[in-house]
């Protein structure tokens, strides 16, 4: 195994120099041909760091903690490959977690980051949090980005264009002849849910096409909410055509259930969703989507947490160089 003196030496720079570029340290005065070099150094003489060491060198534990509401969610695993690329370019590993409501989750957080086990954490909000169970967890002693999700009062989140996301799929409706469109809109109190809503007011406004209260239902995030308010809007007098679901696990449940009342998709339903799994792809009829940049996404809030780390100052942004992608798939057809 190649040491970092070796490094250097293959790569024609001092030892420290190798050391900031390989560590990832943004302050160093390095150019970025001699940080391609050191990289490409490491890489042909396969060096790996000691992560023991870079903990004792700057009081750190060299790795990030991502929070998510579950871990078995497969939404989550295009985030986490973003979070990793860029935590490994820089030398960090990824502690993959879950979070309680409070007052655990707050323990939760402060003893990651007190016991040494993670430098900060980048944190999804549970859809049973609300605005201050989320404040009550992120005290101000732990370095954290939000994702997907903003706290009034708090600077520091990367979030999705949800807004794109469910105009994007309200209008694929639309455009498919539909003017009879419910929405299965996720918690009111979650701010993700509330943008995706709002997309979809705005396609419906824009189109001048009513929104209707009893096509409108509020439900969990997973396939037992998109069940039971499925449900639920199907026992309106008059039923919608098309419908557009928030949450790609709560439109799985929904299609189960519309199985079973006898409901077909997409001939008597048409059913669109926000986020794309391997589920959406394999279920009969195959989901229609909207795709969003989840990699993107955990990429642009690792760095922030990073850059943070190195003395940042945090700030909100919004992905917006890769735009929400329609993926028409057998959910979904033409008004007949």
Excluded at 12 to 34: F, I, M, Q, Y
Excluded at 220 to 235: D, H, I, K, Y
Excluded at 315 to 328: G, R
């Amino acid at each position: 195994m190649a040491s970092l003196q070796e490094v250097a030496q293959e790569a024609g720079v001092s030892k420290s120099v190798a050391s900031r570029v390989l560590t990832g340290d943004t302050r160093a005065r390095v150019s970025e041909a001699t940080r391609e070099r050191v990289r490409r150094a490491a890489e042909r003489l396969q060096y790996v760091p000691s992560h023991r060491a870079r903990a004792l060198r700057f009081a750190r534990s060299g790795a990030v903690g991502l929070i998510v509401p579950d871990v078995n969610n497969a939404v989550f695993a295009e985030m986490l490959g973003g979070v990793q690329d860029r935590a490994r370019d820089a030398g960090m590993s990824v502690l993959l977690s879950q979070i309680d409501p409070p007052p655990a989750g707050r323990e939760q957080l402060r003893e990651l980051v007190a016991a040494g086990r993670v430098d900060g954490v980048l944190l999804q909000r549970r859809e049973d949090f609300d605005d201050p169970m989320l404040e009550a967890v992120l005290t101000k002693d732990i370095p954290a980005v939000l994702i997907n999700s903003k706290l009034p009062g708090r600077t520091g989140s990367v979030v999705l264009d949800d807004v794109a996301g469910a105009l994007t799929a309200t209008r694929h409706l639309i455009d498919l002849g539909h003017e009879r469109i419910g929405h299965l809109a996720g918690v009111a109190t979650h701010d993700t849910a509330v943008r995706r809503h709002q997309g979809f007011r705005d396609a419906m406004d824009a189109a001048g096409l009513p929104v209707r209260r009893a096509w409108v239902q509020h439900c969990g995030w997973e396939a037992p909410g998109g069940a039971a308010a499925v449900r639920q809007l199907m026992t309106a007098r008059t039923r919608p055509t098309g419908l557009v679901v928030s949450s790609v696990n709560a439109a799985i449940g929904a299609l189960s259930a519309l199985s079973r009342m006898g409901v077909r998709v997409p001939e008597d339903l048409s059913v669109i969703t926000i986020n794309d799994t391997w589920v959406a792809q394999s279920w009969t009829p195959a989901l229609t989507t909207v795709r969003m940049p989840l990699r993107a996404l955990g990429g642009q809030a690792c760095s922030m947490l990073l850059d943070h780390l190195a003395g940042a100052r945090l700030h909100d942004t919004v992905v917006t160089d890769l735009t929400p992608e329609l993926v028409v798939r057998g959910s979904t057809r033409a008004v007949p």
